[in-house]
């Protein structure tokens, strides 16, 4: 069974930082790309950030310049460091993954259950 366990949401205040990790477990044979999502109050899920096997990184407009996303392949474990918060990046934030689960399955999707961010003014 896999999962995905996230971590480092909280509260904190406009101007912040705060790391937010996730961490794939289970039998699998590899992760492919990796990345973050968030959930505003009464919105729909929109990317923040993406990081393929190889490194290669993807931003939402919004938060460039301010959260940079990485991972450790042997951990199995992405990673989103969040500068300069604002209160409008407040949301449920969710971890993504494609997993190859055996050689002959293919890949698929998978969720993390989501950290609350919360930045106050």
Known sequence: ???LV????GLVQAG???RLSCAVS???VLVDSMGW???PPGNQRELVATIGRGGSTNYADSVKGRFSISRDNAKN???LQMNNLKPEDSAVYYCNAVIMLSWV????DYWGQGTQVTVSS
């Open 1 to 3: 069974q896999v999962q």
């Open 6 to 9: 996230e971590s480092g949401g």
């Open 16 to 18: 912040g930082s705060l």
């Open 26 to 28: 289970g039998n699998i």
């Open 37 to 39: 999502y968030r959930q």
């Open 77 to 79: 474990t992405v990673y």
């Open 105 to 108: 399955s293919g890949v698929s």
